[in-house]
T-cell receptor
Framework: RKEVEQDPGPFNVPEGATVAFNCTYS??????FFWYRQDCRKEPKLLMS???SGNEDGRFTAQLNRASQYISLLIRDSKLSDSATYLC????????????FGKGTRLHILP | EAGVTQSPTHLIKTRGQQATLRCSPI?????VYWYQQALGLGLQFLLW???????NRGNFPPRFSGRQFPNYSSELNVNALELEDSALYLC?????????????FGAGTRLSVL
């Protein structure tokens, strides 16, 4: 089983809709979690950190479920500019520090 | 404030040659990370440097090496280049070790091996 898994998509979603995707992780020692966004042929950029209690930033909501070992990202009222690949990032501090990027979920917002 | 800068933007080499990629972190950041992103694939962790020391290494052969200088800038060296080394190489920096620290990425160096 891969340490971090994401549905590669693509998710094709009409503008204005709500979309959600999950990211599962296998190591329970994982300590911190992030969502990054990567536009085509560009570098990844931090979208938001994921806190245990869940957190919201405008149209974006991130949640962590430690019991089931997954994080989620919800995008409300999607915009054309939300089209990108969303990378799940898991930091683990267990014997050795390790950071693992998921392969990403591609999102296409359709006009 | 300047972000993470990488040079060169593009690099073309032939099989067997050596490539040197450079990265300057955000001012105040002591940790530098290197990643490889081959076309259509996810980011693969290569190396992590902090305070001039190599802290962790991904599953890459020894011909991938690097160093971090006293000013925290870093260099990635790839020896005996192979065709499959063609990829986007991304550098990121953060404040200290990685457990909770956000990484900020440079725009990358696109390496093409012919």
């Amino acid at each position: 089983r891969k340490e971090v898994e994401q549905d590669p998509g693509p998710f094709n979603v009409p503008e204005g809709a709500t979309v959600a995707f999950n990211c599962t992780y296998s190591n329970s020692a994982s300590q911190s979690f992030f969502w990054y966004r990567q536009d085509c042929r560009k570098e990844p950029k931090l979208l938001m950190s994921v806190y245990s209690s869940g957190n919201e930033d405008g149209r974006f909501t991130a949640q962590l479920n430690r019991a089931s070992q997954y994080i989620s990202l919800l995008i409300r009222d999607s915009k054309l500019s939300d089209s990108a690949t969303y990378l799940c990032v898991v930091n683990r501090v267990y014997r050795d520090d390790k950071i693992i990027f998921g392969k990403g979920t591609r999102l296409h917002i359709l006009p | 404030e300047a972000g993470v800068t990488q040079s060169p933007t593009h690099l073309i080499k032939t099989r067997g040659q050596q490539a040197t990629l450079r990265c300057s972190p955000i001012s105040g950041h002591t940790s530098v990370y290197w990643y490889q992103q081959a076309l259509g694939l996810g980011l693969q962790f290569l190396l992590w440097y902090d305070e001039g020391e190599e802290r962790n290494r991904g599953n890459f052969p020894p011909r991938f090496s690097g160093r971090q200088f006293p000013n925290y800038s870093s260099e990635l060296n790839v020896n005996a280049l192979e065709l499959e080394d063609s990829a986007l190489y991304l550098c990121a920096s953060s404040l200290g070790g990685w457990a909770k620290n956000i990484q900020y990425f440079g725009a990358g160096t696109r390496l093409s091996v012919l």
